[in-house]
């Protein structure tokens, strides 16, 4: 974390992040605990963490906590959006989100986890990573994760951490482009988009969020919608209306809505546009990821369509 062009309160907030959760992380895995007095379920919490920090010291496993009203700056550079957030930092990174381990097992279970991947203690001559780092695979699981968690923002956060680290990687790309779509920051996923080689353009990970960035472009607010949808549904042989209130509805996240109305317009006239509704439906399709639930089906629906 730099602290180039920051304030002296924030450069003295980096010195005591530095001193109590990057420096012991260089050789142990830090449990970071974002928290403040006020949180109900912080407190709630709390004895759980410092009971298994305890328990799991002679493994390597120390507990920081970070009060979000005094360290704002750094739970900014996080982008905690909400508390208790928990992340196992190693060697200056996180290498998981902790926050949805509530219950001791739980914890314990993502702790042996970490444990066993990770150069610390027992491990530090084993698996671990080349030169002490954290597998890079591991970190990007975690932020795909979160992503499909639902939380696009602390996504996002996770994924602009590891760019740092790998900025050539195409899946660290294509999951920082389609996280900072999912939080509603199309422009900044536009530029990140744009500054990228056409190397990494041109691989299918970075293909796959270029389509979620196309079809945010076409994101409109809740008044445009519902006339989009009217039009739809008062016009349902016109193809044109039909496409923009899918793609509308894509954006908005409204995914079975788009499909049931693509699905529409390809029975209706299939060849209209060259296939366009067919098109729109199979980029949708890539923009979410074929192995997603949601996409499967659909698929099978559109495969019944077609070839009954």
Known sequence: ???????????????????????????????????????????????????????????????????VDEEGFIASQFQVKSIPTIYAIFQGQPVADLTSARSETQMKQALDQLLEQLPIGANAGGQGAPDGAPDLDQLIAMGEQVLADGDAERAASVFQQIAGMAPENA????????????ADRVEEARVVHDALSEDLKSDPLVQQAGSALELAGTQVDESELAALRAAAAERPADMEAQMAFAEAAFAAGQRDDAADTLLRSIETDPEWNEGAARAKLLQMFEAVGLEDPWVSATRRRLSLLLFG
């Open 171 to 182: 899946a660290v790309q294509s999951g920082l482009i389609r996280a900072l779509v999912a």
């Open 1 to 67: 974390m730099a602290s180039m062009g920051l304030s002296i309160d924030e450069q003295k907030a980096v010195e005591r992040f530095q001193k109590d959760v990057v420096t012991p992380s260089q050789d142990k895995l830090v449990i970071l605990d974002f928290w403040a007095e006020w949180c109900g379920p912080c407190k709630a919490i709390a004895p759980m963490l410092e009971k298994i920090a305890a328990e799991y010291a002679d493994k390597g496993v120390v507990l920081a906590k970070l009060n």
